[in-house]
Every structure is written in C-alpha cells, then in structure tokens.
C-alpha cells in the first residue's frame, strides 16, 4: 500500500473512531486558533478549519505545523480544485466541501487525501459517492428532517457513510448517531460565536466533551440493539 494511501486510511480511521467533527468559523485568526485550542482540551483530536474564516489557509499551515501529530486538521467549506490544493499543500488531511464539484474530488483523490463532498437528496448523495468521496456530508441535514432523514437514507444506502452537518446539537446528536451516522459535523453548537468573542473558551471544551460522550453512548445503544 502506497504511503499516501495509508495515510488517508488513518485519518478515516480516526474520523469513524471519534464521531465528532468540529466546524471552526470564527471573525479571526486568534479567534479559530483558540477555537482550535479549546477543542483539543476539550479531547475532540479532530478540527475543520472554513475558508470563511480569515487567512484559513495559512492557519492550517501553522496549526499542522504546531500541533504534535495527534490533530487532524481538515479544511472545509472548500468550494474548487484550487483551493483545495492550497490547503493540502499547507497540511490539511482532510477536505470538506458545502456541495459536490467533481474536478475538486478528482484533484483530492489524485493527492491521496481523505474527500467528504456533500448532498442533501439521494440522486445527490449517490453521485458523491460514485464519484470518490470518502465521507458524503449531509448538508443541511437540519433543515430536511435531522435524524429520520438520516435513518431513511440509510435503508437504501447503508453502505454510503454519511455525516449530518448543519443543525446539529446536544439534543440530536444521539438520535443521528442511533439513526446511522458514522460522524457528526457541529458548528455553531459547539464552536460557539458567543464564547469566542468573550474568550469564555472553557465552555467550548466541555461542550466537545458532551459531544463525545453523546456519540460514545449512543453507539453503545445502537450497537447493542442491533446484536
């Protein structure tokens, strides 16, 4: 197995063991590396930095650099081919995108690395999986019925991993886990504007607990009933 293809494995790997993906957009540079920060002290070991966020992919570059090896940095909202070759270049392991752009998933596979497009409606779903996405993000999974959409696309697709982004909180993360998802996607529920701003950082990092605790005990719940 060629190096960069076991590389993609791990990250897969880690994203599946862990469940949670925490979405960082904040106004700043200083606001996303302490968002960064607080994740990790709150044991998420995973992060997704926007490019919304400013100076995103020098950010990466720096996070990738600073860190000790036990963060996966991926970079999301990741619209073309481009910009998703800057990001790798600066060391994101992943990438995420808000839709599916064909040409973006074909120069993240030829790279080697980790590809999670997105699609809402099945036709959608599929043609980003056919395509060579490792992950399809459902987005915005909170607008079309959260956690029952995910349990019926499920049915016919169980073998597509899918990741509900977009509406997700303390309050649904177990019914999405239960209902099949292999990991969560959260923003603005745990990367909050509010506690950035006012520098209320603890609140982040035990609201990434919470997180944690949630999936680990609804796998738990779903993985029991299934036997």
């Known amino acids: 197995m060629k190096k960069e293809a076991l590389k993609k ?40 930095i926007t490019m919304t966020v400013p100076g995103a992919i020098e950010i990466i570059r720096e996070v990738t650099r600073s860190c000790d090896g ?11 081919a481009e910009v998703a070759r800057l990001c790798i270049d600066a060391g994101a392991q992943f990438i995420v995108a808000p839709g599916l752009d064909l040409e973006t998933v074909r120069e993240v596979a030829k790279c080697g690395t980790l590809m999670m497009a997105a699609g809402l409606t099945p036709t959608e779903i599929v043609a980003a999986w056919k395509a060579g996405a490792d992950f399809v993000k459902v987005f915005p999974c909170g607008n079309v019925g959260g956690a029952s959409y ?20 303390l309050k649904n993360a177990a019914d999405l886990i239960r209902a099949g998802a292999v990991a969560l996607g959260v923003g603005g529920e745990l990367v909050k504007a509010d506690a950035l701003l006012r520098g209320n950082l603890d609140i982040i990092s035990e609201t990434a607990r919470k997180f944690l605790d949630i999936v680990r005990k609804a796998r738990a719940e779903r993985d029991g009933s299934a036997q």
């Open 9 to 48: 494995e791990i990250v897969r790997q880690r994203i599946e063991q862990i469940g949670v993906i925490p979405v960082v957009r904040a106004g700043s540079a200083e606001e996303a590396k302490a968002a960064v920060e607080a994740i990790q002290r709150g044991g998420v070991p995973i992060v997704e």
């Open 150 to 169: 995910i349990k019926a696309l499920r049915s016919p697709l169980p073998q597509i991993p899918l990741v509900p982004t977009g509406g997700v909180s």
């Open 70 to 80: 036990n963060l996966l940095v991926g970079a999301g909202t990741v619209l073309d």
